[in-house]
Antibody, heavy 122, light 107 residues
């Protein structure tokens, strides 16, 4: 079964840091680009960041550029999102997502994790 | 960035109704469009991609069409399990962006 399981969310103060992880299983992880998509409470979906299958190319939304870093460890089938200088507006459920087509860095997302909640508040 | 505008923002419909949701892109996206269904407290689920390709396991009452800047999601006969929020998303360029969502409620 293809599965993505996020972890690492929680409550953090403004200006703080958090690292999210996403464990993948059931598919050849290194062949697929991966992304993070977030959803603020009661709001719509916002793409955050993407990384190619090899990890050699990364992409960021302007809202997180310079503060967030996406990475992956293909030997561990795990995706990461390092979040620094967190702001109240970063409060959201963060989803780890897999693209439909091999080697497409930006694509439709066919597999979603269950999400992990990040709350930025003092 | 390409803006995605969905309409309507919400609608009320009855079981068995035909429902149509529209998504307009601020520039042409060459059918690089996906539709998702999200139920409360759950992750979104991919319904269609490439504007009209049905994801495996998705019922055939869901269909997609369109070209250029204008795309449509149609539910041919609304079922009780279809009451949810629907989002379109383009993946023509970076950043991929989502529509604001259409909430389908029970009439």
């Amino acid at each position: 079964e293809v599965q993505l399981v996020e972890s690492g969310g929680g409550l953090v103060q403004p200006g703080g840091s958090l690292r999210l992880s996403c464990a993948a299983s059931g598919f050849t992880f290194s062949s697929y680009a991966m992304s993070w998509v977030r959803q603020a409470p009661g709001k719509g979906l916002e793409w955050v960041s993407a990384i190619s299958g090899s990890g050699g190319s990364t992409y960021y939304a302007d809202s997180v550029k310079g503060r967030f870093t996406i990475s992956r460890d293909n030997s561990k089938n795990t995706l990461y999102l390092q979040m620094n200088s967190l702001r109240a507006e970063d409060t959201a459920v963060y989803y780890c997502v897999k693209v439909v087509v091999i080697n497409n860095p930006i694509d439709a997302f066919d597999i979603w994790g269950q999400g992990t909640m990040v709350t930025v508040s003092s | 960035d390409i803006q995605m505008t969905q309409s309507p923002s919400s609608l009320s419909a009855s079981v068995g109704d035909r429902v149509t949701i529209t998504c307009r892109a601020s520039q042409g996206i060459s059918n690089s469009l996906a539709w998702y269904q999200q139920k409360p407290g759950k992750a979104p689920k991919l319904l269609l991609y490439a504007a009209s390709r049905l994801e495996s396991g998705v019922p055939s009452r869901f269909s997609g069409s369109g070209s250029g800047t204008d795309y449509t999601l149609t539910i041919s006969s609304l079922q009780p399990e279809d009451f949810a929020t629907y989002y379109c998303q383009h993946y023509y360029s970076t950043p991929p962006t989502f529509g604001q969502g259409t909430k389908v409620e029970i009439k």
